[in-house]
């Protein structure tokens, strides 16, 4: 199995690309999001790559962020999302605004994604909702915004959201609520603020 990729890019074109590794191309399918990453034709790239094995194929999907790569997977747990849908998803949304959405069960969010209507959406808001406290979605995440507690990057909205599940709140509503606070308040905001800003979140 691949499950990186360094080498050249040689082309891409819409939902794909062509790395030149060695002098063979691996044709590469990818989010519009990590295709912009990619720079031009003969610069050199690295992807994270999930391989798909299947009877009459092996297709590959290419990644710049470990986020990315993480909800591509988690994604396709949701009964109606495959792989190309799954891209077409992260096309439209970060891993720190698919985490939020889902968090908050923000419906509206996840509908602007292609192929994503109102009765997907409510689905994977109930499916991902408990799961996504405890995906690792990695720095780039953590930069859009996302709080992930098990990433050591930002001890306090770690804690913050620990706290909140101490006093009785559940994971998701703890991460979105720590999540709102932290965008709000700035990195620099210590624990006891983001704890007051989200306790006052959930109590409206």
Do not use: C
Request: net charge neutral.
């Amino acid at each position: 199995m691949i499950g990186k990729l360094s080498g050249r890019l040689d082309e891409s074109g819409e939902g794909q690309a062509i790395v030149d590794v060695g002098g063979v191309g691996y044709l590469v399918f990818a989010s519009n999001r990590t295709l912009a990453q990619l720079g031009r034709p003969g610069e050199a790239v690295s992807l994270l790559i999930e391989t798909h094995v299947r009877e009459d194929h092996i297709h590959l999907y290419g990644f710049a962020e470990a986020g990315e790569r993480a909800w591509f997977r988690l994604l396709q747990t949701v009964q109606g999302v495959g792989s190309r849908l799954a891209l077409a998803i992260l096309s439209t949304l970060s891993p720190g605004e698919l985490t939020r959405a889902v968090a908050s069960g923000d419906k509206t969010a996840l509908t602007r994604a292609p192929g994503v209507g109102a009765k997907l959406a409510l689905r994977m808001i109930s499916e991902l909702k408990d799961k996504v406290a405890a995906l690792q979605l990695g720095p780039a995440a953590h930069q859009d915004g996302a709080v992930a507690p098990i990433l050591d990057q930002d001890a306090g909205s770690k804690d913050a959201a620990l706290a909140l599940e101490g006093l009785g709140y559940r994971p998701s509503e703890a991460l979105a609520a720590v999540a709102k606070a932290r965008d709000r308040l700035g990195a620099d905001a210590g624990i006891e603020a983001l704890l007051k800003a989200a306790l006052k979140d959930l109590a409206k």
